[in-house]
């Protein structure tokens, strides 16, 4: 019974954590065409709020993760390349984590130099990911 609350709870915090990252970027989007200094305010406290929050979020998912890992065993045994790729897709979830956060740092020094258009790609990379992961650990092709 504990290894499905585990689960529960594991499966929750990825995807609100990847509600945030669905998100964040859209509001780049909107950062990047804001010329009001007031609207880009707005938008970068807005921006600021989001990442804190969906950080906090990262810390459980990542935690059930690894206890279902660690002591449940999921993805240990000879047939387990899919985890293996998984944790690789998680490291680059994180790694995108902490590039939001880099591109937060530029829209609050007014440093930012890439366009909207730019940040709509962007916005895109956590679907794929999620798209990747969510795959690999129901599949599991490997």
Not at 52 to 59: N, P
Request: hydrophobic share 55%; proline share 4%.
């Amino acid at each position: 019974m504990g290894y499905l609350w585990i689960k529960t709870f594991h499966i929750l915090f990825v995807a609100s954590w990847f509600a945030g990252l669905f998100y964040l970027p859209r509001i780049y989007v909107n950062l990047a065409q804001a010329t009001d200094p007031a609207v880009k305010q707005t938008l970068i406290g807005m921006s600021r709020r989001l990442y804190r929050f969906m950080s906090i979020l990262a810390f459980p998912a990542i935690g059930f993760g690894l206890v279902l890992y660690i002591y449940y065993g999921v993805g240990l045994g000879p047939s387990s390349l899919w985890m293996h790729l998984k944790l690789l897709f998680v490291a680059v979830v994180l790694g995108y984590h902490f590039l939001c956060r880099h591109y937060l740092t530029l829209f609050e020094q007014d440093r930012n130099t890439r366009s909207h258009v730019f940040y709509r790609w962007f916005n895109e990379a956590p679907v794929v990911l999620m798209l990747v992961v969510t795959a690999l650990v129901v599949i599991k092709p490997f």
